[in-house]
Each structure stands twice: as structure tokens, then as C-alpha cells.
């Protein structure tokens, strides 16, 4: 089976969270572990996700499934880094160059766009308060990645009544079998 690496947002994903339950039901899913949750920094969210892909790539090449901040930093890795990536599902990708972004998320911007030189997906929500559909479209056009818009499902989180996510199941299983 193929790695898989959870790479949450801003504040991590708690224990109900969708992101949370796969980590936990799936044998070889494990979250990428960032320096700091709360008060993140660019180049040390990078870097950690830098180290994860290395050692999980040492078994092949992983599937990175991000939420959040996390979207934004696997954007920034993947233009400073160039490593064996089978695919990734990016999942509410907030929009940090936003003028009303929390201050400690500025550092993300701007925000890579780039076509990613993997298989991915974009799935965003036509109400989430971090990033408009248009602008979650817009990354997914750049990253070069397939777009999916939920329709009005919030920050696709714990807080718009997302645990057990089993469409997102079925996005992550796509991008597994490619």
C-alpha cells in the first residue's frame, strides 16, 4: 500500500475531523507533524513537510491529502522541491493573500501557482469563509489539478458537520489507483 501523509491547517485537525478519522482507520496514513500549529512559519512548514515526503518516499511514492494552510504549503514545497509524489487531494485551500487573513498566516503569501507535476485535486465549497469557488478554482487551474466544488459545505471541517467524509474517501481512492 501506498504512503499517505495528512498535512492539516492552521490549528491542525482535531480528533473528529475528517482528516483525523482517516489517519486513524487508514493502516498507512500518518500526519505530517509541523513545527508549530498555532503560530506557523513558512519555511518551517516546508521544511517538515520536505522531511515527511522524503522518509515516506523511501517506501514509494505517497499520496499527500492537505486541508486548509496545509493546501498552501504543499503549493510552496512543491516550487522549492522537486521529490517522487504519487498524488495529492487539496482540500479548502485558504486564500492567505486575502486582506482580511489572520495576520500570522501573511508569511504564506503568495500563494505558488504553478502546475504541480502530479496527479491532483481540488475540492472546495461554494460558502467556506476562507476562499471564494472562484478563487479555489483559480489555484485548481494553476496547480494544474482536477476542480471539485461541493456546493455550499463551508471550510469542509469538523465546524460545517464533516467527520467521517466518505466522498472524500472516494476522491482520495481516484487519486490512489490514478
Request: hydrophobic share 40%.
Amino acid at each position: 500500500m501506498r504512503p499517505i501523509l495528512i498535512i492539516p491547517g492552521y490549528g491542525n485537525s482535531g480528533p473528529g475531523h475528517w482528516q483525523s478519522l482517516w489517519e486513524s482507520n487508514m493502516r498507512f496514513a500518518r500526519r505530517v507533524q509541523m513545527p508549530n500549529w498555532d503560530f506557523p512559519h513558512l519555511a518551517e512548514w516546508v521544511e517538515a513537510l520536505d522531511i515527511a515526503i522524503r522518509e515516506a518516499s523511501q517506501t514509494a511514492p505517497p499520496v499527500l491529502v492537505a486541508h486548509s494552510l496545509g493546501c498552501i504549503a504543499l503549493a510552496h514545497w512543491g516550487q522549492r522541491y522537486q521529490r517522487p509524489v504519487h498524488s495529492a487531494l487539496l482540500v479548502a485551500p485558504t486564500d492567505v493573500e486575502r486582506p482580511d487573513t489572520l495576520e500570522v498566516l501573511k508569511e504564506f503569501a503568495p500563494i505558488p501557482c504553478f502546475g504541480l507535476p502530479f496527479l491532483s485535486r481540488v475540492v472546495a465549497s461554494s460558502d467556506d469563509p476562507f476562499v471564494s469557488i472562484e478563487r479555489a478554482k483559480e489555484f485548481a487551474d494553476a496547480w494544474n489539478s482536477h476542480f471539485t466544488n461541493l456546493g455550499p459545505r463551508g471550510h469542509i471541517n469538523t465546524a460545517s458537520g464533516f467527520g467521517e467524509w466518505p466522498r472524500g474517501e472516494a476522491f482520495l481512492q481516484e487519486l490512489i489507483t490514478g
